[in-house]
């Protein structure tokens, strides 16, 4: 299922506290960036955000799974879906983006280090 303009609109209006966030086509679906950190995604018109160790424990409480991008048998990724109820609230998800954005960085810094 392909991700509608609708939704893409609606994620970014959500998110417009954070400052700009650009929003990719790629492998059909988008990806989110800030600052040039690649902090989420959606596919199907869902939203999924950036975890690691320090943040996934609040996706995983909210009964949220991670993105899995050929169907639930396939691999995990390290993107989680955001409950509803944060999508429609946009303090909530300006909190849960901004944490999904440093995961992002920390990410980003470590590789360049390994390099």
Not at 37 to 51: C, H, M, R, T, W
Not at 59 to 72: Q, T, V
Request: hydrophobic share 35%.
């Amino acid at each position: 299922m392909p991700v509608t303009q609708g939704y893409i609109d609606y994620v970014l209006d959500q998110l417009a506290a954070l400052g700009p966030v650009d929003a990719k086509r790629m492998f059909g679906g988008v990806g989110l960036y800030s600052g040039g950190s690649f902090f989420g995604l959606i596919a199907a018109d869902v939203l999924y955000f950036k975890v690691d160790e320090s943040t996934r424990s609040g996706y995983e409480s909210a009964g949220m799974g991670p993105f899995r991008p050929y169907g639930k048998d396939s691999y995990a990724m390290q993107y989680y879906e955001v409950p509803a109820d944060v999508l429609e609230d946009p303090d909530q998800l300006q909190q849960w983006a901004e944490g999904a954005i440093s995961v992002a960085k920390q990410k980003q810094a470590s590789g360049k280090r390994k390099k």
